[in-house]
């Protein structure tokens, strides 16, 4: 794991997040406004977004449902 200090996108207030080793992107609450954003590894560094802007496999909810096995029958 690895803490890096980042924006929020919302109101722009610098915070330290930890990421874990993989590339999956995560919530994190700002200690500023007490909104969560997202926090999402890659190769250049860390992406950091709002939630309602993320695309959904970004957002570790839609993400969850989009790669989950189930299938209806």
Do not use: W
């Not at 980042?6 to 610098?14: D, G, K, L, M, S």
């Not at 802007?53 to 449902?65: H, L, T």
């Amino acid at each position: 794991m690895s803490a890096i200090t980042v924006t929020c996108p919302y109101c722009q207030a610098e915070t330290t997040v930890t990421q874990t080793d993989d590339y999956a992107p995560q919530f994190h609450p700002c200690p500023s406004c007490g909104r969560n954003f997202i926090a999402e590894r890659h190769a250049g560094g860390l992406r950091v977004m709002r939630i309602k802007d993320a695309p959904c496999m970004s957002n570790p909810d839609c993400r969850e449902v989009e790669t989950s096995a189930t299938c209806e029958e």
